[in-house]
């Protein structure tokens, strides 16, 4: 029953993001934040001029009209659009600054934690059941590695997993980042599909990659894992492993429906002929649990001669059999640790493989992390350097697929890497290179 010019000079005193939160209440409250001559005024208040020894350009040095014209040759809202348009491309701005220096044995950007704190992103993941209602699990712990971060979600109140449909994971950031204090859950924020992923007849849509005495664990790409208690066959945890390479653009520049689809890649000029395959290339790769690193390792100079090329495939062998001087140790007891609210556990013979393939120019060329699992092999070992059993791990997508060998060594209590090939689809080659191969 307030007038709405009593309403409107009340609206006069709050801040952005209240006048955010207000304009959810109604219609007519949504009209009143709506006003022009309140975002007007927000928005002249935040261009605090700045000294720079760079010439600015005459559009960013003009005065903001406070005139009649200003409020009333514009639709409702529009300084209010304006207003958020500014603060997003700020953020984005100190955003670009932080991500471009880059790691110059990964050729990622290196000030990861930085630029997060800085956007205020976080994740989140929905769950729907089969009637359409939504469950949403917010509080989630990270694990930051060298190119890679690991989302871990474990709730009581998950729905049960007969009813589950899909699972959607969401990166979230507020609109107006504040680093001074924590992001508020309820304020206005923006979500960004990541990823979708069906749960719905389970055992056929993933891989089992391996089981301890409470929970057994099921990956499906890209680098989900699901932890379900064995004996009541419900959720009982979520685990996410997302790598640097485009973690920002797929975590906000995508819609809540739509996700985030980047530009196509020009080709990179190059001038050996295809009959001499790839050459030039770095390979950084990492496996890990949650809290601990197995291998970090950096190989230079791989290539691939004509005779590497088949099957759609061109072969880079980072790892040779027989080799022994190249082999490389894993350290540490290797296995997935994973908690809830009262259990905690690990999965032996389980870990997360980060990898990070550079072309010639040290441009990332292939990037995944993704949850992977040994599996002993049939094969007994050929090798006379070791003596052990020969496990394998293989890892395949859209892009290629990696395979590696592994001896274990009783002695030591390790595995070994005797052999590390990457397989490189055709397809992704050609694209990037404008290339026939």
């Known amino acids: 029953s307030m007038p709405p010019e009593i309403l409107l000079k009340i609206f006069s005193y709050l801040d952005a993001l209240s006048l955010l939160s207000v304009g959810c209440v109604n219609k007519l409250f949504y009209d009143l934040a709506n006003d022009n001559g309140i975002w007007l005024k927000i928005y002249s208040s935040c261009l605090q001029p700045k000294r720079t020894i760079w010439k600015m350009k005459s559009e960013q040095t003009e005065a903001v009209p406070l005139g009649c014209a200003a409020l009333h040759d514009k639709k409702p809202g529009y300084w209010k659009k304006e207003y958020i348009l500014k603060q997003t491309a700020a953020v984005k701005t100190r955003l670009m600054q932080l991500v471009k220096p880059l790691d110059p044995y990964t050729g990622l950007p290196f000030k990861n934690k930085e630029a997060m704190k800085v956007s205020g992103l ?16 917010e509080k989630a712990n990270l694990s930051f590695k060298d190119t890679s971060v690991t989302i871990l979600w474990y709730s009581t109140n998950w729905p049960c997993l007969d009813v589950v449909s899909t699972l959607k994971l969401f990166g979230v950031t507020p609109l107006f980042p504040d680093q001074s204090k924590p992001p508020n859950k309820n304020g206005p924020h923006r979500r960004s599909l990541i990823a979708e992923y069906h749960l719905a007849n389970l055992s056929d849509r993933s891989v089992a990659v391996g089981a301890d005495k409470l929970v057994q664990l099921f990956s499906l790409n890209p680098g ?40 196509p890649h020009k080709p990179v000029l190059d001038d050996i002929d295809p009959e001499y395959g790839l050459h030039g290339y770095s390979l950084h790769l990492d496996m890990h649990g949650r809290s601990c690193n197995y291998l970090c390792g950096s190989f230079k100079n791989l290539f691939c001669r004509k005779g590497d090329i088949a099957n759609g495939y061109l072969r880079l062998t980072v790892v040779s059999l027989k080799d022994n001087r190249k082999h490389v140790p894993l350290t540490g007891t290797l296995g997935l640790s994973w908690e809830t609210d009262v259990f905690k556990g690990n999965v032996k013979d389980c870990c997360v493989m980060d990898l990070t393939l550079l072309d010639e120019i040290g441009k990332p060329f292939w990037c995944f992390s993704s949850p992977v699992y040994m599996e002993l092999s049939s094969k007994t070992s050929g090798l006379y350097d070791y003596m052990g059993h020969i496990y394998t791990t293989d890892y395949a997508d859209s892009e290629g697929k990696v395979c590696v060998k592994l001896v274990w060594l009783e002695e030591t209590k390790e595995y070994i890497i005797v052999s590390l090939v990457l397989y490189v689809g055709t397809k992704k080659v050609n694209n990037w290179y404008g290339t026939t191969y």
């Open 224 to 263: 989900l894992l699901l932890g379900i208690w064995k004996e009541k066959n419900e959720i009982a945890f979520v685990m996410v492993s997302l790598h640097y390479h485009q973690l920002f653009e797929r975590s906000t520049l995508g819609s809540a429906t739509v996700q985030y689809a980047p530009p």
């Open 122 to 137: 976080s994740w989140i993941i929905v769950l729907k059941d089969k009637n359409g209602k939504e469950h949403v699990i």
